[in-house]
């Protein structure tokens, strides 16, 4: 399997733009999670899903923020409008319940978002 | 409120030695524990995982004990190598068995040759 696959790898946006960033997880995994990281705050929970259904979106910063699971292969996250402050890495990461011996969670190689 | 503390300065040691990161803990019963490794400009990486009722866990160069009642895991490497620098990351479920693990903000590691 490919593991998790995000995009963009990078992407640089003007304050006020809507920024999309999308996720395929890996094939067969049940849960989705899209965390953000900073220095300042580490690793971060922003949403998760499971069976493409959210199931808690208490991470999400602002009403700015939103994501989608349309099917079980794709995900996205959006801000819209972007501000400086969101400037972070975003990490899409994804698991399988079926393991008895807890969740291994798989990141993708996140999305490095700059907002000037 | 529930933390997750692991050392924020940086490990310095040199090439052969074993290091030693802490993974404390205040206010979580978890079921498990997983260490990750994170390399700069990359996701985190899946290590080890232990479990509340195991005290040690090996693979390979790499040990982790978890003390419930020191509320606390330790992670080893030995005879590490420059190749071992890297953050790492411990990681708790947030409630006894659950499948959402909450992160630590991680310990750099620094193997000097």
């Known amino acids: 399997d490919a593991g998790v696959i995000q995009s963009p790898r990078h992407e640089v946006t003007e304050m006020g733009q809507e920024v999309t960033l999308r996720c395929k997880p890996i094939?067969?995994?049940?849960?989705l999670f899209w965390y953000r990281q900073t220095m300042m705050r580490g690793l971060e929970l922003l949403i998760y899903?499971?069976?493409?259904?959210?199931?808690?979106d208490s991470g999400m910063p602002e009403d700015r923020f939103s994501a989608k699971m349309p099917n079980a292969s794709f995900s996205t996250l959006k801000i819209q409008p972007s501000e400086p402050r969101d400037s972070a890495v975003y990490f899409c990461?994804?698991?399988?319940?079926?393991?008895?011996?807890?969740?291994?969670?798989?990141f993708g190689e996140g999305s490095w978002l700059t907002v000037v | 409120s529930q933390k997750i503390e692991q050392n924020s300065e940086a490990l310095n040691i040199q090439e052969g030695k074993t290091a030693t990161l802490t993974c404390n803990y205040t206010?979580?019963?978890?079921?498990?524990l997983q260490w990750y490794r994170q390399d700069p400009g990359r996701g985190p990486v899946f290590l080890l995982l232990?479990?509340?009722?195991?005290k040690e866990k090996r693979k390979e160069r790499l040990k982790v004990t978890f003390d419930t009642t020191l509320k606390q895991s330790l992670f080893h490497i030995t005879a590490s190598q420059p190749a071992d620098s890297a953050t790492y990351l411990c990681?708790?479920?947030?409630?006894?068995?659950?499948?959402?693990?909450?992160f630590g903000r991680g310990t750099s590691l620094i193997v000097h040759p």
């Open positions: 990461a994804s698991s399988f319940s079926g393991r008895t011996s807890g969740n291994t969670i798989y």
């Open positions: 094939s067969g995994h049940d849960y």
């Open positions: 899903f499971n069976n493409n259904v959210p199931i808690d």
């Open positions: 206010n979580y019963s978890p079921a498990y």
């Open positions: 232990i479990r509340e009722n195991e």
């Open positions: 990681a708790l479920d947030s409630t006894g068995g659950s499948y959402i693990p909450t």
